[in-house]
């Protein structure tokens, strides 16, 4: 397996999902990296320093010996196809779109729902919780059901879809958002959690919100 020349720098706060999802690969593909933490609570990722490397203004960034790439989806898609073998990123026409089908949802309902309501919560901001709330119930329900069937996402083995999910379901309660009710979903999130690398997110996430 194809090993970086140079640690890979990893743009990151640790509060951010996106950013742990990034760091979950990095580790399960034993990559060496460099954290650098951009600090949110105090704009740094709206100085321009930063913003010379994602004009969005967004953590996660990752910069692989010159070659800079955003977005933490499109992060999993270029590490896994730039250093792995075909596991975390299948190669065949239905494994791939099976996996970016997750991706998409990642970038949709996950977003608008469990990360959504965490990020509210954890904010304190004065919002109706509740389209977030709903949005994630359908999402989960939608998962609950695909899990009761397979172990991982897209089968029986864990690849970057699961990663991409992982973070903001494991931690839609810091949204109010049960996941008693669903089980499958549950056992799907202790087996991501028994996989070598697994890296877990802060439990007081609150308390990086402050400097």
């Known amino acids: 397996m194809v090993k970086p020349e140079q640690p890979i720098k990893f743009y990151q706060h640790p509060i951010s999902g996106h950013c742990h999802r990034v760091e979950l690969l990095l580790s399960m593909l034993d990559l060496p990296y460099e954290p650098i933490l951009v600090n949110l609570p105090k704009g740094e990722h709206k100085q321009p320093e930063f913003l010379a490397l994602n004009p969005y203004g967004q953590v996660p960034v990752i910069d692989d010996a010159g070659f800079v790439q955003v977005d933490s989806n499109a992060i999993l898609v270029y590490l896994a196809s730039r250093y792995d073998d075909g596991t975390w990123l299948p190669r065949d026409p239905k494994g791939a779109a099976q996996v970016q089908h997750w991706l998409s949802l990642a970038a949709g309902p996950l977003a608008y729902g469990p990360s959504m309501a965490r990020k509210m919560v954890l904010f304190n901001e004065d919002v109706d919780l509740t389209p977030a709330k709903m949005e994630a119930e359908r999402l989960l329900t939608f998962m609950e059901a695909e899990l009761h069937s397979r172990a991982f996402l897209t089968g029986e083995t864990a690849n970057i879809a699961d990663l991409a999910m992982y973070s903001y379901v494991a931690q839609a309660p810091e949204g109010n958002i049960s996941l008693e009710p669903y089980e499958a979903i549950r056992a799907w999130l202790q087996r991501?959690?028994?996989?070598?690398?697994?890296?877990?997110?802060?439990?007081?996430?609150?308390?990086?919100?402050?400097?």
């Open 192 to 211: 991501v959690e028994q996989l070598p690398g697994f890296v877990a997110m802060p439990i007081n996430a609150v308390g990086l919100r402050a400097d």
